[in-house]
């Protein structure tokens, strides 16, 4: 995977109408997602309610919480520590385990991988930890809930893959680091 081949984003046009009120919105598709629910969450209440309570992360906010240790390279995602960073010394098996599953979610989300999943093989092979050790914090990552455990669909293999709750845990564990 080259540098060339992240989609380049179209521009998107929507229109929304609520009762009388009738808004055209233009741009990036995120620009254009966060106006809507910015419009719909003024003029239907519940919804600046129901977003409120809600935790659902996208790709660019995947990208702006973890940009500091996830890197797509041509391998795939890696995680690719900073040596000057005195956080990132410190990670702990767990969290490294986690960050690439999140490297393996945002790219699904770029739409550069068909899952958002690794197998254990997969998770081993980039993160370069012994294989005991990834299998343990799989395991506890697991139990947590913080991972999902899936079969594929041939039964030949099992995919991991990293849940809303795991990311939010991850990110407020990366948060504590200091820097």
Do not use: C
């Not at 240790?69 to 010394?89: S, Y």
């Not at 969290?95 to 999140?102: E, K, N, S």
């Not at 550069?112 to 092979?125: A, H, R, V, W, Y």
């Not at 993160?127 to 455990?149: H, Y």
């Amino acid at each position: 995977m080259s540098n060339h081949d992240f989609v380049t984003t179209a521009d998107v046009s929507v229109s929304v109408a609520v009762g009388d009120i009738k808004v055209q919105f233009n741009g990036s598709a995120e620009s254009v997602l966060q106006s809507v629910i910015a419009f719909m969450s003024k003029q239907v209440p519940s919804l600046d309610l129901a977003k409120r309570i809600s935790l659902n992360y996208s790709a660019t906010e995947l990208i702006e919480s973890f940009a500091k240790f996830i890197k797509i390279t041509d391998e795939g995602p890696r995680i690719i520590l900073d040596p000057g960073e005195t956080a990132v010394k410190k990670l702990s098996d767990k969290q490294f385990v986690a960050l690439q599953l999140v490297a393996s979610r945002i790219l699904n989300e770029l739409g550069k991988s068909n899952t958002d999943g690794l197998s254990l093989s997969q998770i081993q092979f980039a993160t370069a930890l012994n294989p005991k050790s990834v299998s343990s914090r799989l395991s506890e990552l697991v139990k947590s809930g913080f991972v999902l455990r899936n079969n594929t669909k041939d039964g030949l293999d099992t995919l991991f893959i990293i849940t809303t709750s795991g990311i939010h845990w991850l990110k407020q564990m990366l948060s504590k680091k200091p820097t």
